[in-house]
Nanobody
């Protein structure tokens, strides 16, 4: 059984930065994509960023150039560095793992391609 535990969320002013972490336990996931999704109140869960087994990265247009995803396979952990945060970034951020062994963007950004999900960590950006 794989467990994902997110941390690093919080309240920050617009323009500030946060770094989210997601630690996986239970099995090694280095050969699969890992990703971050987010869900704002009343909205669908949406793709934010993904990193493949080969360290290929893909970002949603809304965060391109501001957010950066990375992974440490030795620690079975994925990170999301979020810079220049905006109020529109306010959401519950979910870590996803066990994703596709692929660099095809449509697969990396699809919720249905990920097997394991964390409980979410809240990010609130004040204006």
């Amino acid at each position: 059984q794989v467990q994902l535990v997110e941390s690093g969320g919080g309240l920050v002013q617009a323009g500030g930065s946060l770094r989210l972490s997601c630690a996986a336990s239970g099995r090694t996931l280095s050969m699969n994509a890992m990703a971050w999704f987010r869900q704002a109140p009343g909205k669908e869960r949406e793709f934010v960023a993904a990193i493949s087994w080969s360290d290929y990265t893909y970002y949603a247009d809304s965060v391109q150039g501001r957010f950066f995803i990375s992974r440490d396979n030795a620690k079975n952990t994925v990170y999301l560095q979020m810079n220049t945060l905006k109020p529109d970034d306010t959401a519950l951020y979910y870590c996803a793992a066990g994703g596709p062994r692929s660099t095809i963007r449509s697969l990396l950004s699809s919720k249905t391609q990920y097997t394991y999900w964390g409980q979410g960590t809240q990010v609130t950006v004040s204006s």
